[in-house]
């Protein structure tokens, strides 16, 4: 027995898109009902659990065993729900993930989107959704069903012979890929990255169970009595209803197009009495959210922690993690210089002082979601990213030798971009320091290829950049960043020359291969992009461009154009993202536990006389691969999770 191909159909109350499959195994009535499984390719068996069968033997002892490799379609799945069933943690070092293979080929993260797109033979079955609502989750009481909760197989014996066939179906597709994806094998390296994310995820982060729920309770008392105030102010019965407010404000005098975000700020310039006091409480109800304290909630496991935060490979475009469940990789920034203050405010349940000591409750709230996160006792976080990286990446492949010498400096590279596009000396909190702001924000905007677009998306306009300025202040950076404007033409020209040529070209360190209907982009680290079925068309300059399939903004499959500063954009952010994943390998390996990480910040949680600068010189050190590079890395050590 060398592998297995495993797939699992499972019952629990929990609801598992909102929890998470940690806490969804974590229930108390979470049970396996179906195990599907092929040794070695061979013919797929379905062990019916639900209605008495067992596992054989040799399957329970070969799931921890780590000679023998466990396959599955989001492993992660099976991984930990197998491990509730035998009642000891599987270790991820022998599982892989058919989900993670096809990613990396820039394949959709479902494993009937992926057989569509494959167009294999045995496809997921479509009824799957019916009947996985039928089995798995709890059902409504009625008079036709007797009043029961939920559905045992007794219920529906065609259909539970149903669900059987569409288990065994799924074995049979998650192995399909395997055969098909067999010719683009992922890298040892790339399955060490994915044990080391599932041992992250494993680990899970502890929850300030208490703050959490006086945060929920803090926002439903705001909200109720501020509601109150907006009905007595204006008469409304739900002075929520965008319809009826917009009505009222009509009838006194306040035209508005709409109740968004700018539209009421706007309107607040110039409203007096009444109706500036209902449009300030539209705008602090408004700011009224607690959707990430509650999925905190939702997702904590009798632990205490929440597990299953990050999903490897979840950016198929450049590999970066993406967030799940409370989404770390969006939270919100805090700049409240008392926090600690605010946190103990909150968690002692004296709203009334929140509301006395700060302009606005919603934005304490808003402030205080990092905080929720908390090291175990006799532990602190010590927390390190890098210095703009992104810049750094893109300076060193562009050879952009200005911005070289600024890192190399340690300097600030706002401070001399803007120098460099005004010719004047730029100094933080400074000579010319209202100048910072503008090289800042080009930089952001403007390194792939971004244009005025770019700077007002940035929210140039906002931070009080003239419009007339926006055009001189592309061309100026532009102007001072010659090689990167050169990296961007320098990487169209080879990939259309790839694509439309099918042939193997090379710039600035970066290999493109046309290879079995997809376009490879070989970084600096041996890591490969995949562009699926790419070719050359028109785009909508009616320009020629690169266009290729991908899960788009509609979160469907179809069919998207790139060109040369947006290929440069995935290549620099994948670049960074191998830096990170390296970087929190050699952490991994000299003892230091990972608790989550966002972008590219690292947040350990470690005894509290813990080296933070042996974490920040660890997590500095370049990869071999990047000679020249040069990276940096700051840190701080907190008591409960936050922005230094």
């Not at 060398?2 to 929990?14: A, F, M, R």
């Not at 705001?222 to 009826?244: D, M, Y």
């Not at 997809?518 to 028109?538: D, E, H, N």
Request: with cysteine; proline share 4%; net charge neutral.
């Amino acid at each position: 027995m060398k592998h297995i191909s495993i797939d699992i159909e499972t019952y629990s109350s929990t609801n598992l898109s909102k929890a998470g499959v940690y806490r969804y195994a974590d229930s108390d009535d979470f049970e396996i009902l179906l195990f599907g499984y092929a040794v070695d390719t061979g013919e797929v068996q379905v062990i019916d659990l639900a209605c008495g069968e067992k596992i054989p033997a040799d399957i329970i002892e070969a799931l921890s065993d780590d000679a023998v490799t466990k396959w599955a379609f989001n492993a992660q799945f099976e991984r930990v729900c197998l491990s509730h069933y035998v009642k000891h943690w599987l270790a991820p070092g022998s599982w892989h993930c058919t989900m993670v293979w096809s990613a990396t080929l820039g394949l959709p993260l479902s494993l009937e989107g992926v057989g569509t797109v494959l167009g294999l033979d045995k496809q997921k079955l479509k009824e799957g959704h019916d009947l996985i609502k039928y089995f798995c989750m709890p059902c409504t009481p009625t008079r036709a069903n007797a009043g029961r909760t939920r559905n045992l197989p007794q219920h529906d014996k065609e259909k539970w012979q149903r669900f059987k066939s569409y288990n065994q179906r799924d074995v049979e597709t998650e192995m399909s890929i395997q055969k098909r994806l067999s010719i683009f094998p992922v890298s040892a390296t790339e399955w060490q990255y994915y044990k080391l994310d599932q041992e992250i995820n494993d680990r899970g982060i502890q929850i300030d169970a208490t703050l959490v729920r006086q945060a929920i309770v803090c926002d439903d008392t705001f909200r109720h009595t501020h509601l109150k105030i907006a009905q007595a102010l204006t008469g409304l019965e739900n002075p929520n209803s965008p319809i009826q407010l917009k009505e009222w404000l009509a009838a006194n005098g306040m035209p508005i197009p709409s109740l968004s975000k700018s539209e009421v700020a706007a309107a607040l310039e110039t409203a007096t009495g009444t109706v500036k006091a209902v449009l300030e409480l539209r705008q602090q109800l408004a700011k009224s959210s607690v959707k990430k304290y509650t999925a905190m909630e939702t997702a904590k496991c009798h632990d205490g922690r929440i597990h299953g935060l990050l999903q490897f490979y979840g950016a198929n475009r450049t590999g970066r993690w993406s967030g799940r469940l409370v989404q770390v990789q969006n939270l919100p920034q805090n700049h409240l210089p008392d926090l600690a203050l605010a946190r103990s405010l909150i968690k002692s349940g004296q709203f009334d002082m929140v509301e006395l000591l700060y302009d606005s409750v919603p934005s304490v709230l808003s402030e205080l979601i990092r905080t929720a996160c908390i090291p175990k006792p006799g532990c602190r976080f010590f927390v390190a990213d890098f210095s703009a990286i992104e810049a750094r990446v893109i300076a060193w492949l562009a050879k952009e030798s200005w911005r070289m010498k600024v890192f190399a400096a340690g300097g600030d590279i706002y401070c001399a971009s803007a120098s460099q596009m005004f010719h004047v000396p730029v100094v933080k909190h400074g000579i010319n320091g209202h100048l910072r702001q503008k090289g800042k924000i080009a930089e952001l905007a403007l390194g792939y290829g971004g244009s005025v677009g770019a700077l007002k998306a940035m929210g140039a306009i906002e931070m009080g950049i003239p419009e007339e300025e926006l055009q001189p202040l592309v061309a100026a950076w532009r102007t001072t960043n010659p090689h990167i404007v050169k990296l961007w033409w320098d990487i169209d020209r080879a990939t259309k020359k790839c694509v439309k040529e099918h042939v193997s070209t090379e710039t600035h360190g970066i290999h493109f291969k046309y290879q079995s209907g997809c376009l490879f982009l070989q970084l600096p680290s041996g890591r490969r992009l995949s562009y699926v079925k790419p070719r050359m068309a028109l785009n909508r300059f009616g320009k020629e461009a690169v266009t290729y399939e991908g899960i788009g903004s509609t979160k469907k499959w179809e069919r998207l154009e790139s060109y040369g500063a947006k290929f440069v954009e995935n290549i620099v952010q994948a670049t960074s993202r191998d830096i990170l994943a390296e970087a929190m390998e050699r952490l991994n390996e000299v003892g230091f536990n990972i608790v989550m990480h966002v972008h590219d910040e690292v947040i350990i949680e470690a005894p509290c006389d813990a080296s933070l600068t042996t974490i920040c010189t660890i997590m500095g050190q370049p990869p071999d691969w990047a000679d020249g590079l040069l990276l940096h890395a700051d840190g701080y050590v907190c008591d409960f999770y936050q922005k230094d």
